[in-house]
């Protein structure tokens, strides 16, 4: 099987990085393939420009660099997104990434009468997310519900996309760095087990 990690941190040296990477290690211990998409380093642009709009309205095709991308998650029997949280959210490079990439008639089709054809119901989706606060703060201001709302239901449901994982990984009084990077060793190594013991709060 062939998991496709994106991760978004303009910084290379990260924690960010660093989780992404042990994803990748962990799906390799477990005998799977990956590819590592780092958008900062390739330079993704995820500025919704005017081609996209039209693209939108089914108007004209996806560019080339976005349909290479597309290529890339075709390839892939799972995607995961490895983020740091800005302001509960993704950051903008991975939010306009989801925005030139996911679109109509490839992620999903608009039809005329209305209906909504959810077209990626074979590709599960894992999230980890970096947060810079502890889980009570997340808790407490339902923080992560709604990040889990805006993303698992308003992208991926949207699309079909069955997410499988939706891991929150935070500095803790238990939980340094190292621990964080060792957990996501464990995600990678999980990916491709079956959904019911594959997902995660």
């Given at each position: 099987?062939?998991?496709?990690?994106?991760?978004?941190?303009?910084?290379?040296?990260?924690?960010?990085?660093?989780?992404?990477?042990?994803?990748?290690?962990?799906?390799?211990q477990?005998?799977h393939?990956?590819?590592?998409?780092?958008?900062?380093?390739?330079g993704?642009?995820?500025?919704?420009?005017?081609?996209?709009?039209?693209?939108?309205?089914?108007?004209?095709?996806?560019?080339?660099?976005?349909?290479?991308?597309?290529?890339?998650?075709?390839?892939?029997?799972?995607?995961?997104?490895?983020?740091?949280?800005?302001?509960?959210?993704?950051?903008?490079l991975?939010?306009?990434?989801?925005?030139?990439?996911?679109?109509?008639?490839?992620?999903?089709?608009?039809?005329?009468?209305?209906?909504?054809?959810?077209?990626?119901g074979?590709?599960?989706?894992?999230?980890?997310?970096?947060?810079?606060?502890?889980?009570?703060?997340?808790?407490?201001?339902?923080?992560?519900?709604?990040?889990?709302?805006?993303?698992?239901?308003?992208?991926?449901?949207?699309?079909?996309?069955?997410?499988?994982?939706?891991?929150l990984?935070?500095?803790?009084?238990?939980?340094?760095?190292?621990?964080?990077?060792?957990?996501?060793?464990?995600?990678?190594?999980?990916?491709?087990?079956?959904?019911?013991?594959?997902?995660?709060?």
């Amino acid at each position: 099987m062939h998991g496709l990690i994106v991760v978004s941190h303009p910084l290379p040296g990260s924690l960010t990085g660093a989780v992404a990477r042990q994803v990748a290690a962990g799906l390799e211990q477990a005998g799977h393939s990956f590819e590592l998409a780092d958008l900062a380093a390739e330079g993704f642009d995820p500025r919704f420009n005017p081609n996209d709009v039209a693209v939108h309205l089914r108007q004209t095709v996806v560019d080339p660099v976005v349909a290479a991308e597309q290529a890339r998650v075709e390839r892939a029997d799972a995607l995961v997104l490895v983020y740091p949280v800005y302001w509960w959210s993704f950051p903008a490079l991975l939010k306009g990434w989801i925005d030139r990439v996911f679109v109509n008639g490839w992620a999903y089709e608009e039809t005329p009468d209305g209906t909504v054809v959810r077209k990626l119901g074979h590709l599960p989706i894992h999230l980890v997310a970096i947060g810079g606060a502890d889980l009570r703060t997340y808790a407490r201001h339902g923080y992560f519900g709604a990040m889990r709302t805006q993303i698992e239901h308003g992208i991926f449901g949207y699309c079909g996309a069955p997410v499988r994982r939706s891991e929150l990984l935070v500095p803790g009084e238990a939980r340094d760095a190292a621990e964080m990077v060792a957990a996501a060793e464990r995600v990678g190594r999980a990916i491709f087990e079956p959904a019911s013991s594959a997902r995660a709060a």
